[in-house]
């Protein structure tokens, strides 16, 4: 045998004893890892399809659900959303209890809708979006079915020059005004609404054209 093959097989060997101790010191830990990996990919797939088969189904519901307020099935849509709202997945029980405001509204029972939307402005646990949504729903409804005191209680703070729903907001409130005979209150907020660049075009024209309607009634000096 040769110098070199003599030293080749002295480092193979050497290698061999080496990967044996590396096994003895380090597998059971590695054997360990590799399982945890293996567990722990089959279970977040496992609740991933879980989460997306849970949310599927609450979707699929709540489509069902509008279908039927659409075809006019009021009373067995607010059925379907009391069960979504009970049993329902992530967003969905939210959205079901919006949407059974809205239905009861289409109902003609607003003092029902404003008690929904109300709860949900109250619901600390909701995002403050939502729940300022909600508010301004109930304040759309007021305009016609309350007062101005009912719409200003749920909208005042919604119209702050930094708050995104203060287009609507005053919009809401300046009506309620208008029809109070707070011909001043209703002419400041048309006119802020129509002088605001941010607002939306068609919210520039309402408020534009209610501004020329107070100023034309004589309602203000």
Do not use: C
């Amino acid at each position: 045998m040769s110098d070199d093959s003599f030293i080749r097989e002295v480092n193979e060997e050497m290698r061999r004893d080496q990967a044996h101790a590396l096994w003895d010191r380090f597998g059971p830990a590695l054997l360990a890892l590799a399982v945890l990996v293996v567990v722990g990919t089959a279970a977040f797939v496992g609740y991933r399809y879980w989460d997306e088969t849970r949310a599927n189904r609450s979707g699929d519901a709540f489509s069902q659900a509008l279908k039927l307020a659409n075809d006019g099935k009021s009373d067995e849509a607010l059925t379907a959303l009391a069960e979504l709202e009970k049993d329902g997945y992530g967003a969905y029980p939210l959205l079901a209890r919006m949407r059974a405001a809205t239905v009861k509204a289409d109902k003609g029972d607003f003092a029902a809708a404003v008690k929904d939307f109300d709860e949900v402005a109250a619901d600390t646990d909701i995002p403050s979006g939502l729940r300022d949504m909600a508010r301004l729903r109930a304040a759309l409804l007021l305009v016609d079915h309350g007062s101005f005191a009912d719409v200003s209680s749920r909208v005042e703070t919604l119209t702050a020059d930094t708050n995104p729903l203060r287009h609507t907001a005053r919009e809401a409130l300046g009506l309620a005004a208008w029809k109070e005979g707070k011909a001043t209150d209703a002419l400041k907020l048309f006119d802020q609404i129509a002088s605001d660049d941010g607002a939306p075009r068609n919210a520039r024209e309402r408020a534009t054209l209610m501004s020329e309607l107070i100023r034309g009634s004589g309602s203000v000096s």
